[in-house]
Every structure is written in C-alpha cells, then in structure tokens.
C-alpha cells in the first residue's frame, strides 16, 4: 500500500503542486487542518516552513523505497553470481571469492558507510555514472536536477558495495549442497555444461533462502539511507526522505510529539512487511516445500 502511494504520488497529492510548495501562513498546522490559502485539506498537517507533510511523505517513500529496493537487488545479484561461481567451481575460484569476501566483511562497515557517502554526495561527479541510469532514476523518482540523480546512484553503489557479503556466503553453502544432489549428477551423465546445470538445476533450488536474504536486506538498506539522511549525509533537503523528515522533527518533538511518528510509523511497517514477503515468497517459491 505504501509503495503503491508512492507511485502515485502526483495523483494523490491534494495539492497541485509538488513536495516543494510552501505555505507561509500555515506553518505547524496540525493534522486534518484546511490550507488557509487553498481549502485543501492538510491530512498529516505542515511542517514549519508550511510544506505539507503527507505531500512530503508519499514523495519519500517513493526516494527511500526505490533507494532500497535498487542497492538491496544489485547486492544481491552480485552476492548471487559470486556465491554460485565459488561453492560450483570450488578450488582455486572458490578460494579467491573467499578471499575477496573475507576482505569486505571485515571492512569497518558504518566508518567507511559515512566516509564515502559524505565524500560522493558532496561530489557525485567523482564516479563515472552512465547516462542512462542517470535518465532512469530521474524518471522513477521525479527529480528536476541531474545532480539528485546522481546523489542517489552513488548511495545505490556504496551500498551494494557494501551489502553482498552476506548473499555471498549464504549462497556459496546452499550451492555445495545442491550440487552434489542427484539429479545434478544426472544431468553431468547426459552432458549438460556447467551453464545450464548451474542456471536450470543448481540456482533454481538453492535460491529460496536468498530470497528471505533479499527481504532482510531491503530492510537493512532502508534502515541504512534514512539514517544517513537523519545524519545529514545522505539525500539532501530539500529532496524528501524518511530520513531528513525524521531529521528535521528534532527540534519540535517534545512541543508536538506526533511529527516524528509520521516518518517513522511507515518505515517500521515497511520493514516489518519486508519480512512477511519474505516468508511468503520462500514458502511459495520453494520447490522443496511440500504442498
């Protein structure tokens, strides 16, 4: 439902406007306030510069979700090649993937998270990012400047930089295992290359636990922009967030209490949904489940 609102955010907005329009006269208005300009009615009330907060929140849910769901996807397809290539071809491959996954996982995960963020955001230039991915996420994410495309795409490439590890190993020990199956052998004996045994045999029933790995996974990316964003690192106001709205609550809290709940109440729920999709695509999708 919430990614759903954030689709059509332009849609369901009830100002004409988008997440940038302000209204000086109806600064911290509480919810279920009528615009004194417009009439339009205020669902989650206004923030203190007048912007609408409901406008602002189904605008960043589109950022953070489609934030997470791209560095969480790419984490995992490269966490996923990795992890087959070792744990099939074993010997000398699976020992420099080790090696290599050895080396990330024993990086200092959130001193290097901060460094780079702060580094690229401040200058997303410093990575050759391609046109067309540029062009991509300015469409999905309704952005005006290059320079916010940009931002986001070196957020998406720090944290699948950072996030295949755990893909890789988990991957690697389920493909051990299937790979010394039956019908693995079987399909050896009739002449089946090393291609078609991994892509029709080996990852179609290794692949289940992955896919309760991917859910976890887009809960630990959205957790890791929004906090980013609530360090003041990460995507940049005046482009919403979870995690700059949560940011921006910290000095009204106490005085109205609500404001942080209205970022944060989605987030929670968006994690704990995660999670149930999870179990529902493993128990639908797992061959060896008993029907």
């Known amino acids: 439902v919430i990614f759903t609102a954030s689709i059509l955010a332009k849609q369901i907005s009830p100002f ?71 744990g099939y071809f074993r010997g000398i491959v699976d020992a420099v993937i080790q090696r290599v996954i050895d080396f990330f996982s024993n990086l200092p995960t959130l001193p290097i998270l901060l460094i780079l963020t702060a580094v690229l955001v401040t200058d997303p230039r410093l990575i050759p990012i391609p046109t067309f991915l540029i062009k991509f996420l300015q469409a999905i994410m309704l952005f005006d400047q290059e320079r916010e495309a940009r931002v986001v795409a070196a957020l998406i490439l720090i944290l699948t930089l950072l996030g295949w590890t755990g893909v890789a190993r988990l991957m690697r020990g389920q493909v051990l295992q299937v790979r010394e199956r039956d019908f693995v052998e079987g399909a050896r004996a009739l002449g089946a290359n090393s291609l078609a045994i991994i892509t029709r045999h080996i990852v179609p029933n290794a692949f289940p636990p992955v896919i309760v790995a991917f859910t976890l ?31 921006f609550t ?26 149930f999709i999870g179990d529902g695509l493993r128990d639908a999708l797992d061959p060896r489940q008993t029907k």
């Open 217 to 247: 996974g887009l809960a630990s990316s959205l957790t890791a922009e929004t906090s980013l964003s609530f360090l003041g690192i990460g995507i940049q106001n005046p482009i919403p967030t979870w995690g700059n709205m949560l940011a």
């Open 16 to 86: 004409e406007r988008d997440y940038l329009n302000v209204e000086s006269a109806a600064k911290f208005l509480p919810p279920l306030s009528a615009s004194p300009e417009t009439g339009a009615m205020h669902w989650l009330g206004t923030n203190q510069i007048g912007q609408d907060l409901f406008t602002r929140l189904v605008y960043a849910a589109r950022i953070s979700l489609t934030t997470a769901i791209l560095a969480t996807t790419f984490s995992t397809l490269v966490g996923t090649i990795l992890g087959t290539l070792a």
């Open 250 to 275: 910290q000095s009204y809290m106490f005085e109205r209490p609500y404001l942080p709940l209205i970022p944060a109440f989605p987030m929670f729920l968006c994690s704990v949904a995660f999670n």
